[in-house]
């Protein structure tokens, strides 16, 4: 029944709600520069949703629209754009006072909001991700840029007074850092993205936006937006092929940040084209393979919940997502159990379905990789615990539960983003702590157990190892006020809504040594106004 259920997972075309396939397909053909939405009539890449449509011959990938191919000359435009706008600090945005720049990305998130439901839609079909999750996305960046917005105001308060020592007075500030090169990942393409492009704006920096590969339609709805929001060339939003139009931008030496939220193999490539890396700063999130330490005193309902959630929320494909699971020998067969049981009980379908949980798979090819993941694993001695695990109805993948999972295998190292779940048991403590030490990732761990002093034990050696240790809980970036970062390949830079304006920023200073001349000075330039930077206006 359950496999007979995942090969006719996918609708008649009939069965299809209307109202989610208004502005549907989109033929996008604008793209943003120096203030202008220009059109392009050249090539364009065709998007297809990996919700897909039966019919007499089987289900075919659902036509979503097309977005433009640029190439490298409209890329150069968009840097040269974003350079004169800039204009080495002297441009109209990098100079404009904190209180002017909020005004301006204020008004840009009232047009966000009006534009909520195309961009919901688009994100849902894009990517598969349910409407509710999509929703919930669209939802949280509003509010990431509203905590942004409140996190900046705190920072120029505390940056509006003087100081004095040894004799100079001075004030610090923060000062933008140049032009930003922005990209974000396919699984979070709106609030990821946003969670660089916002910090890097308000901080006074240019920007050039390269949407992700999926996840690009979305943008179509706010180009104007940003047109009405922003200055020309603050903000320039280009579509086409990475290796295609990024590179040159890299090999300019213009770039002064750039934001990747993707793998540690694309960042290093793009930071080897630099040919000034000492002036290159990189704000990075790459890759990770969190695992989970089940500790034999577990409360096994909790742990397996937070378990399932973490491995499985938009179908594991998450950076923070739970990737590999450590149960202690003693409980592994009753946490098996249960796990399987749970993962079987999840709703599954297409993304407009009420409470739906698994939803087909947004990456080309990703169904044949995480199949051969299972194979590979299989040969090797795991199995496949759960029902109808790892059975494949074109991009639609069902959950695969595996046990034991050891060494030899790909999927006890290689990261899955997908719903894919190792698990394998342990004696001694030592076993998942040196996994941790020998893995090329260091975001995050969950520890399930009920002993204070056992978790102490390991909350010290692993803070070492991570960046965040979680209690009895799934591994998450949120909520956005605390740091998100990672050791090792999995992140370079920190981000928060504080930490992310520090990262897009650097502090600069006006000092002069305390003589009656100079008070007289700076009396003046504050009194009278004159500086953005040098002033004790308070923004309420």
């Not at 120096?34 to 364009?44: H, L, Q, T």
């Not at 709106?190 to 690009?216: C, D, Q, R, S, Y």
């Not at 739970?322 to 946490?335: P, Q, S, T, Y």
């Amino acid at each position: 029944m359950l496999s007979e259920k995942i090969q006719n997972v996918f609708p008649q075309a009939g069965e299809i709600p209307e109202t989610l396939l208004n502005g549907v397909p989109c033929i996008q053909t604008g793209y943003l520069v120096n203030g202008e939405i220009r059109i392009w009539d050249g090539p364009r890449q065709e998007v297809l949703s990996p919700v897909q449509v039966a019919d007499d011959t089987g289900p075919k990938p659902l036509f979503v629209g097309e977005y433009p191919l640029l190439t490298e000359a409209e890329a150069l435009e968009a840097l040269d754009a974003a350079v004169a706008a800039y204009d080495h600090g002297r441009g109209v945005w990098p100079t404009l006072s904190v209180s002017e720049r909020i005004d301006h990305m204020e008004r840009f998130v009232f047009r966000m909001i009006e534009e909520k439901d195309r961009v919901v839609r688009f994100l849902m079909w894009e990517v598969g991700k349910s409407l509710r999750d999509s929703e919930k996305e669209f939802d949280r960046t509003v509010q990431y840029i509203n905590d942004t917005l409140s996190a900046l105001k705190d920072l120029d308060r505390i940056s509006s007074r003087f100081t004095m020592e040894e004799g100079i007075i001075g004030q610090i500030r923060r000062a933008p850092m140049g032009v930003v090169l922005c990209m974000g990942p396919f699984n979070y393409p709106l609030n990821e993205t946003f969670t660089t492009l916002i910090p890097a704006l308000v901080m006074g920096n240019t920007v050039i936006l390269k949407p992700p590969k999926h996840g690009a339609l979305l943008y179509a709805p706010l180009l104007a937006a940003f047109r009405e929001g922003f200055p020309k060339g603050v903000i320039n939003v280009i579509y086409g092929e990475g290796r295609k139009v990024i590179p040159p931008l890299m090999a300019s030496g213009k770039i002064n940040v750039l934001a990747l939220i993707g793998s540690s193999k694309t960042a290093n490539a793009l930071k080897k084209l630099h040919p000034s890396p000492n002036r290159l700063r990189c704000v990075l999130g790459l890759e990770a393979k969190n695992p989970a330490i089940v500790l034999k005193d577990a409360d096994l309902d909790l742990a397996v919940k937070e378990c399932v959630l973490g491995c499985l929320s938009f179908n594991g494909q998450r950076c923070t997502a739970l990737k590999i699971l450590f149960v202690e020998a003693g409980i592994a067969d009753a946490f098996l159990e249960r796990f399987a049981a749970a993962v079987t009980a999840l709703s599954f379908g297409m993304p407009w379905i009420e409470g739906v949980f698994v939803t087909p798979v947004a990456e080309k090819g990703k169904t044949d990789y995480l199949g051969e993941l299972v194979s590979d694993a299989v040969a090797n001695g795991a199995r496949i615990v759960n029902p109808a695990g790892g059975s494949v109805c074109g991009s639609f993948f069902f959950p695969a539960v595996l046990y034991p999972v050891h060494p030899n295998m790909r999927v006890y190292y290689e990261e899955q983003f997908g719903p894919v779940i190792p698990i394998l048991p342990f004696d001694k403590i030592d076993e998942p702590i040196a996994y941790m030490i020998q893995s090329s990732y260091g975001q995050q761990v969950s520890i399930f157990g009920s002993d204070p002093d056992q978790i102490a034990r390991l909350i010290d050696p692993l803070v070492n190892q991570v960046c965040r240790v979680n209690i009895n809980s799934q591994c998450q970036r949120g909520p956005d006020t605390f740091p998100f970062t990672g050791r090792k390949d999995s992140a370079e830079g920190t981000l928060s809504v504080s930490d992310a304006l520090r990262v897009f920023s650097i502090r600069t200073l006006v000092a002069a040594k305390q003589t009656e001349l100079n008070r007289q000075i700076i009396t003046r330039i504050v009194r009278d106004h004159t500086s953005k930077f040098l002033a004790t206006d308070f923004i309420l």
